[in-house]
């Protein structure tokens, strides 16, 4: 490969062999993905059995991601690693034990909450904000302890704020962009960034156009150009991608993500009722062939090839390899 | 019998025969008992499959309570009337579809939070408490349309007031005491008495040592004159008995209580490090033979014998009368 490490740090695709050989194409090494929306323990266990179904399946094309050296061995390979993650607490219900047994499945990312308050944060869709909950703390430790990053993409700001204080460990915004560049509930205030960054945190940038300027119809150079603002703010070793690409789901999906079980009504989330299924991808990116597409549009807006690589692949590559463990003296 | 109705609205007894047989001796028609407090659904469902063979086998003790009515049949065949209910949505997990499967198993109360955040509501052991969540008003709606009581007997101040006043029905705190009596966390403002007792709620009376002045040591008569006052604040029609009695209860009982799954760490609640166990009970309410004594005891602080009998168990049987069903054009 002439390309640096490519690593996206959120996926949720309707998943296939058809999209797992996309993803050989646009020469991605890693993949986070999402395993849980608001599935509890064990449905989580059914995805995992589904993606083992997938692994042994599709050997020559994907593997189960455990450690940053896994996303060297895909490049080595030729193949995809996949790290699983959950967008909402629900994998460990009530049950701080199972943060241990999740991590020991796989689980590498899991988000405090999802839109709604969880038992260990705010979402950012509910009117107030709390913070970190008293099982949040103890949450916290637990996923430090193990190895399980905290993700705050769809948390509220206090809670986010709070997060990276009391973690002990970098978190992660896995998907998500600067609300300075696109204002939606979703995208993170500089107060954000900025702690994210010294605290030695990562942002993925969302691909998803709810998460755009422009939605839909944002262009490349915008994208390239954001990217280049926060670099400054955050600092250029704290940014990867998180793309949050949903291909080819239906939009039964998206109504599960936004509903899950809580309601018996509709909510239609970041969209509205004449809008309530998943947005058109903007033209340079409908799917894991198109990476390179964001890695020339980089270098376009002025980045040198170091820091490109840092941004496609290079960042997350190093804060995998200190977050998927024990913690150790170094990390 | 020649006393009034008597209705107990919490206990959490290590059931068995002998208590049974103590209820019957006592002269308890109604009592609400607590099958979960941090369980799931389904070991919610194990503890309805544990209370299906007591009614198998001491059918001439007790029944399952399911209406109002029902507190009047035990009163004509010298039984107790047993009914269900949570201290925790956590049977529900987050699934409103299953307040309704929750209703239709027997559960008529259901605390929004324990003592700490929940999906739906704040505890009162948070150090923020944000009101009710976007998921807490969808599941108040549901929990008025089938006749499962909020109960706010261990939640937060701002949740309390906000439960009162977004339910459409009448709400109740089954077990606690007022702060100004005794100002433990658990006991409750006036302002939030007042509120329940203007929107038609109710308050039970908890006997529990925690929420006694004086604990332990507390009088009988420092108890009912405490009775007096609320009734003064927020109406005789409002107030009945919650005793929380937990009699025969092993101490690691008040450990699952506090610390359930979501900590490693130990929790000691309203107790602390020297003193983790159940507290002793005060002498004038060992179990369920000492009804008779609070009855003397309200008598003796100036209730005339309709007031006596309003507390002891005819308002909470009013209460169950308007509550357990769906709501009526009255209720």
């Known amino acids: 490969m002439d390309h640096p490490y490519r ?28 395993i849980a929306y608001h599935e509890n323990f064990r449905e989580t266990v059914l995805n995992v059995e589904q993606w083992n179904r997938w ?13 940053g050296a896994d996303v060297r061995l895909a490049r080595e390979t030729g193949r995809t690693a996949v790290f699983f993650g959950f967008q909402n607490p629900s994998p460990i219900e009530d049950d701080i034990g199972l943060v241990e047994i999740c991590h020991t499945l796989g689980a590498r990312f899991m988000q405090l909450s999802y839109n709604n308050q969880s038992l260990l944060a705010t979402g950012c869709y509910e009117a107030e904000d709390p913070g970190i909950t008293r099982m949040g703390r103890q949450v916290i430790k637990e996923m430090n302890r193990v190895g399980l990053v905290v993700d705050m993409s ?10 990276i204080e009391i ?14 560049w696109h204002p939606a509930l979703r995208n993170k205030s500089d107060d954000v960034l900025r ?6 945190g990562m942002l993925g940038f969302s691909v998803y156009p709810h998460h755009l300027k422009g939605k839909s119809d944002c262009t490349l150079e915008s994208f390239c150009q954001m990217i280049a603002q926060t670099a400054e703010l955050m600092g250029v070793g704290n940014i990867g991608i998180g793309t949050d690409l949903c291909q080819d789901q239906p939009d039964s999906v998206v109504e599960w993500m936004r509903t899950g079980r809580w ?10 009722a ?7 991808m903007p033209t340079w990116f409908g799917d894991n062939r198109d990476f390179g597409k964001i890695e020339g549009g980089l270098h376009a807006v002025g980045f040198d090839a170091p820091e490109v690589a840092a941004i496609m692949g ?5 804060f995998y390899d200190n977050s998927f463990g024990p913690a150790g003296p170094d990390s």
């Open 195 to 200: 702690a994210l960054g010294q605290s030695g």
């Open 263 to 272: 309601t018996k009504e509709i909510d239609y989330g970041e969209g509205t």
């Open 7 to 34: 690593v996206d740090c959120l996926q949720y695709a309707n998943w296939s062999e058809k999209i797992f050989r996309q993803m050989r194409e646009g020469g991605v090494d890693g993949v986070h993905v999402t």
């Open 167 to 180: 973690s002990e460990r970098p978190i992660a915004i896995t998907h998500a962009n600067p609300g300075f």
């Open 55 to 67: 692994f042994e399946r599709y050997p020559d094309l994907i593997f189960q991601g455990r450690t």
């Open 274 to 280: 004449a809008a309530a299924g998943f947005p058109p």
């Open 154 to 163: 769809h948390s509220a700001e206090r809670s986010t704020l709070e997060a």
């Open 314 to 318: 290079g960042n997350w590559l190093r």
